[in-house]
């Protein structure tokens, strides 16, 4: 029986021992965004130190932000390191994955408390169970499938066989705010890796794994629109004078022509079209945008976006632009009749290959201020965001990982795309030229970030033999 078989039956043997172990890391409250927590967060953080020590990992603590300056010190990352096999030649892989979880509220929404595990079944009556909890599937629940082959891999072989750097970060559902300076600060060990790999994204349904080889990039902003330097009664100045939320509106309904394109100046200039190859594999996919519209209450007629694609296409190949939120004057109860001195809004846009978040963030200040209302003036915020990350289908470490994700499950992966943002993976491309490759195992009603999170023991199987496999097959790549 070969080492990665081993390995295999390790994992399954020991299975409700992994469980265990992940329930214990999920009782622990790691909410990086809430001051109250911070105590939890370190002690999640040493908790998953201890996990990649008895993998044999060299483990240590790595502190972020500074004390000395605004903003104090941040939430640590956990760094480990494997030298490999002697004579290891294959590719030196980062792991990169979170400990960190968003706050549990509403409270009162959750069947068991957040924070208490609960083991349940999966559907009522049926064989699979779930585990219940915050930070189930984001994204502890992923990690601790690599952290178990780690170890599984430590058992069978005395080490793990392949040469890896681990980042495990305690602040990515904050904003990854120390995230970027730390990746400057370590740039030449971190450049010495060769492919990055993350878990922490999802499969296109029980039964069928996936790997996602692209993630869209994120342009974050606020704009606020000045007029006059009090609020006004409209009664006396309604008609004398550009209402700011009036012109406010009138401005971003620009935002779009009768095509639902983008009317940015240079939007799409840098965009990478998909290739036909690859619509045509979505295709294939059986992706149903109708169904997906009716689960959210919205009827056929509600299927609109960017002429000449299709729903699927819009998610994964094509830059959009929103406004998720506007506001100025009153909204409170009654009625308040006023003209506001100002109205803000804000608008984001996501970003496909190769697109820039910076390019199009002042592309689009800009396109603001040539439509500057009379006697109004803007102001800008730019809430930063994060670049899209591509990797090429026919690179070796994605077919590695096709080929473990297919040992696992016994079925061939679908190579598919996001519609969300990964600011790491871009951020990992853009500063160390790393590509990423994401191998996750979440499911659609999985309610990340929602009360009642939950993660399939099935889908926390097929995660731990997955990545037992795949550093199989990083290690086979040395030839």
Not at 171 to 184: A, D, H, I, P
Not at 208 to 233: C, F, M, S, W
Request: charged share 25%.
């Amino acid at each position: 029986m070969s080492k990665v078989e081993q390995v295999a039956g390790y994992l399954k043997e020991h299975e409700k021992d992994a469980v265990a172990r992940l329930i214990d890391w999920l009782r622990i409250p790691s909410v990086s965004t809430d001051p109250k927590y911070r105590a939890d967060v370190r002690k999640a953080a040493e908790w998953a130190r201890g996990q990649l020590a008895a993998a044999g990992l060299k483990v240590e603590i790595r502190e972020t932000g500074n004390k000395e300056k605004e903003g104090g010190a941040g939430h640590p990352i956990v760094w480990a390191e494997s030298a490999g096999a002697p004579g290891y030649k294959g590719p030196h892989v980062l792991f990169y994955g979170h400990y960190d979880v968003q706050p549990p509220e509403p409270l009162e929404l959750w069947e068991s408390p957040p924070f208490e595990p609960v083991v349940k079944p999966a559907v009522k009556g049926g064989p699979d169970e779930r585990i219940v909890a915050r930070g189930a599937v984001d994204d502890k629940g992923q990690v601790a499938s690599f952290l178990e082959a780690l170890l599984a891999w430590k058992h069978v072989n005395g080490s793990v066989p392949i040469r890896m750097t681990v980042l495990l970060e305690g602040e990515e559902e904050s904003g990854s705010v120390n995230l970027e300076r730390f990746v400057q600060e370590h740039d030449k060990e971190l450049r010495a890796c060769d492919v990055c790999v993350i878990s922490d994204t999802g499969m296109l349904g029980r039964g069928k794994p996936a790997i996602t080889y692209g993630v869209r990039g994120l342009a974050y902003t606020e704009v606020t629109l000045h007029g006059p330097n009090q609020d006004l009664h409209s009664g006396s100045w309604g008609g004398r004078m550009p209402n700011p939320l009036n012109e406010l509106t009138k401005v971003l309904a620009q935002l779009w022509d009768a095509d639902r394109r983008v009317t940015i100046p240079g939007f799409y200039d840098a965009v990478l079209e998909p290739t036909q190859s690859e619509r045509d594999a979505w295709a294939k996919l059986g992706f149903d945008q109708i169904a997906a519209l009716k689960a959210i209450g919205m009827p056929p007629a509600a299927d609109v976006g960017e002429k000449g694609w299709s729903g699927l296409e819009r998610e994964w190949a094509r830059p959009t632009a929103e406004i998720n939120g506007m506001f100025g004057g009153y909204t409170g109860k009654g009625a308040k009749t006023v003209i506001p001195t100002h109205a803000t809004a804000k608008v984001s846009f996501r970003l496909v290959a190769k697109q820039n978040p910076h390019t199009i963030t002042k592309a689009f200040f800009k396109w603001c201020e040539d439509r500057t209302p009379p006697g109004s003036r803007w102001e800008f915020i730019d809430h930063s965001g994060g670049f899209p990350g591509n990797v090429a289908q026919d690179s070796a470490a994605l077919q590695a990982a096709r080929k473990a994700l297919k040992g696992a499950s016994g079925v061939d992966p679908a190579m598919i795309k996001t519609g969300g943002s990964i600011p790491v993976v871009g951020m990992l491309k853009d500063k160390l030229g790393l590509d990423t490759i994401l191998v996750g195992f979440g499911l659609d009603d999985d309610r990340v970030h929602s009360p009642n999170e939950k993660f399939e023991i099935p889908c926390f199987r097929l995660g731990m033999q997955t990545h037992a496999r795949l550093i199989d097959e990083f290690g086979r790549m040395g030839g």
